[in-house]
């Protein structure tokens, strides 16, 4: 196997990280910022993406146990969901629900095909599981990712904000509401103001990214 | 470490197995990551066994999103001519998806 693919993002992947870590503004997302330096420079190298993908199968083979590792963060808060468990159980029923059915509804409305539309339908998940979920729906998994990703843009940089003037004040409410809309980047936003906020939106989104990925496949052959 | 790096991959490989045999609609890994879950609840795996380990993939888990995340170059004549409807969606889905989770936790209180 060539090792471009593997330097190539690393080494960006390392640049950006720095960058943001320097200054910490949103749109310095670090893997939306790598994933569109490696799209401008397969674009202008003229460098196949099939090439840069086969030379990077390591990182993505390892999404596979990086999943699986998502348990032990959802064990860790296993008290929050005892103590809240009636709140988790409908926010993530209603969340899980709301963030699918109007992404798919607001795409078929505006005259988006539905290749698109099953894309964006697991949007509001882990981008990891939202991959898989892409797949297992016949959406198009790299479109997938980074519609995922804004999304996860979207929470960090306006979720707290957009909640402020809403009036929820709620921690618990705030937080699950957090994880289960904009997953790990959001939860990386919620967790600087409230700690139990961010120890639900946590929650928010592991429990999310299993509800979603067990319900999507059957509720796709009614949307679709 | 070895001890954790085999609890993780173990899992992921009973689900691709388990996956395979049953032919399920769940996605690879996250039966991995429910059997995990199980198993560390019903204390059959220790947390302990297995947390530094875990805790390394998912610091690091979103540079994995990238080979998969530039295949966006394959689509970007459709992501042109649907730039509206995808730009929208992602707004409209964003704020509904926010406040009314966030409203009905909080009217659950």
Redesign the interface.
């Known amino acids: 196997m060539n090792p471009f693919g593997i330097f190539i993002t690393l080494a960006l992947y390392y640049v950006f990280t720095e960058i943001y870590s320097r200054k910490r503004v949103f749109i310095l997302n670090p893997v939306l910022l790598t994933i569109l330096s490696i799209v401008l420079i397969l674009y202008l190298s003229g460098i196949s993406y099939d090439y840069y993908n086969e030379s990077s199968r390591i990182l993505t083979f390892l999404l596979g146990p990086a999943v699986v590792s998502l348990a032990v963060p959802l064990y860790r808060q296993r008290e929050y969901i005892y103590r809240y468990s009636r709140q988790i159980f409908a926010g993530i029923v209603v969340g899980g629900l709301v963030a699918i059915i109007s992404a798919v509804l607001a795409v078929s409305a505006l005259g988006g095909s539905e290749a698109v539309a099953r894309s964006i339908a697991p949007k509001s998940i882990t981008t990891a599981i939202a991959i898989g979920v892409s797949e297992k729906i016949s959406g198009i998994p790299s479109l997938t990712a980074v519609l995922v990703i804004l999304t996860g843009i979207m929470g960090n940089a306006a979720g707290v904000e957009v909640m402020n003037a809403a009036k929820i004040r709620d921690r618990v409410a705030r937080g699950l509401a957090m994880g289960v809309t904009a997953h790990g980047l959001g939860t990386a936003r919620i967790i600087l103001d409230d700690e139990v906020s961010g120890a639900v939106s946590g929650l928010g989104m592991a429990l999310n990214g299993i509800f979603t990925s067990i319900l999507l496949p059957f509720l796709a052959v009614i949307l679709f | 470490m070895y001890r954790g790096l085999a609890i993780?991959?173990g899992?992921?490989f009973l689900?691709?197995l388990l996956s395979k045999v049953l032919g399920l609609?769940?996605?690879?890994?996250?039966l991995?990551?429910?059997l995990?879950?199980i198993a560390?609840?019903s204390e059959v795996i220790r947390?302990e066994w297995?947390?530094k380990?875990?805790?390394?993939?998912?610091r690091h888990?979103?540079?994995?999103?990238?080979?998969?995340?530039?295949?966006?170059?394959?689509?970007?004549d459709?992501?042109k001519s649907?730039l509206?409807?995808?730009a929208?969606?992602?707004?409209?889905?964003?704020?509904?998806?926010?406040?009314?989770?966030?409203?009905?936790?909080?009217v659950?209180?």
């Open positions: 993780v991959f899992f992921y689900e691709e609609m769940i996605p690879g890994s996250v991995g990551m429910i995990l879950t560390l609840f947390v297995c947390e380990e875990a805790e390394f993939f998912v888990m979103s540079i994995l999103f990238v080979p998969p995340g530039a295949g966006v170059i394959l689509y970007l459709l992501i649907e509206l409807p995808i929208a969606a992602l707004f409209i889905s964003f704020f509904a998806t926010l406040l009314i989770t966030a409203k009905t936790v909080e659950l209180r």
